[in-house]
């Protein structure tokens, strides 16, 4: 594996080989340090976050147990599992969109679960916020009285002992989750990968980074695909990186290059 590490946080260029550059067939995705012992080991297959999954699920159970059945734990993290972390990775033909992408302080999935449970520990603490939502709820089983979860969600709203129970649940799990990214910095991954992996999102794909939009369409397949053997590149940022700087306009080499020289 092609290994720099980028100190400068101004640096903007490309880090790696005019081949890679030019090879529409290594695609980009960026994270966080923390996870990148486990990674370079042993692939993004399987669990991909060095933390337990259950933490996560503590979160997402906390908002149904109020009622909230979309929170980000759930609908995204888990993907419609109910309890099984998504089996899909990102990728990008843009090494600076995956470059922006690792700045979300250990990804946007932790980040977003984080709030999640700042605002689950804001609700119990605010009594405001708490009857209000159970409010909402009495006043939605005016229409449909007997609605199972919605009547238990007023009774655990009406609980503080659960409640309380509950929102030290998800302090303990957003506490752990914050020790495993804490310190942590950007890296971000060249992948060799296949073809097949991607079905027809492939060739629109390939039809967008021809003529020069590398970032225009979204790559995912099974994690499990990638295995340590396809990671060829990695660079790494131990002191920060621009988040905002997303250069659409280079389609070629040589304006990687002038990009380069101008660091």
């Not at 302090?171 to 990968?193: C, H, K, L």
């Not at 995912?220 to 990638?226: E, G, H, I, K, T």
């Not at 060829?232 to 990009?259: M, S, V």
């Amino acid at each position: 594996m092609d290994t720099t590490a980028i100190t400068n946080a101004n640096d903007r260029s490309f880090p790696f080989s005019r081949a890679l550059f030019e090879n529409p067939y290594i695609v980009y995705h960026g994270t966080w340090s923390a996870y990148a012992q486990r990674i370079e080991s042993a692939g993004f297959g399987g669990l991909a976050l060095p933390f337990d999954h259950n933490e996560i699920a503590a979160i997402a159970d906390a908002w149904e147990q109020v009622g909230i059945l979309d929170s980000y734990a759930r609908a995204v993290f888990f993907a419609g599992k109910p309890n099984a972390p998504r089996g899909e990775l990102s990728m990008t033909g843009s090494f600076w969109h995956a470059r922006a992408y690792a700045t979300d302080g250990g990804g946007e999935v932790v980040r977003m679960v984080l709030k999640d449970a700042k605002d689950f520990e804001t609700l119990c603490s605010k009594d405001e916020q708490r009857l209000a939502l159970k409010a909402r709820w009495q006043e939605g089983l005016k229409k449909s009285p007997g609605h199972t979860p919605t009547v238990r969600a007023v009774e655990f709203l009406g609980d503080q002992a659960a409640l309380q129970a509950t929102c030290t649940r998800v302090t303990d799990a957003r506490q752990a989750i914050e020790r495993v990214v804490d310190g942590g910095f950007p890296v971000v991954y060249g992948i060799s990968v296949e073809r097949p992996w991607f079905g027809k999102t492939w060739d629109r794909y390939l039809a967008q980074w021809e003529d020069g939009h590398r970032a225009a369409l979204e790559l995912r397949c099974s994690r499990d695909l990638v295995s340590p053997d396809r990671i060829i590149a990695k660079a790494q940022y131990p002191n920060g990186t621009d988040q905002d700087f997303l250069p659409t306009w280079i389609r070629t080499w040589d304006e990687a290059e002038a990009l380069s020289q101008g660091n």
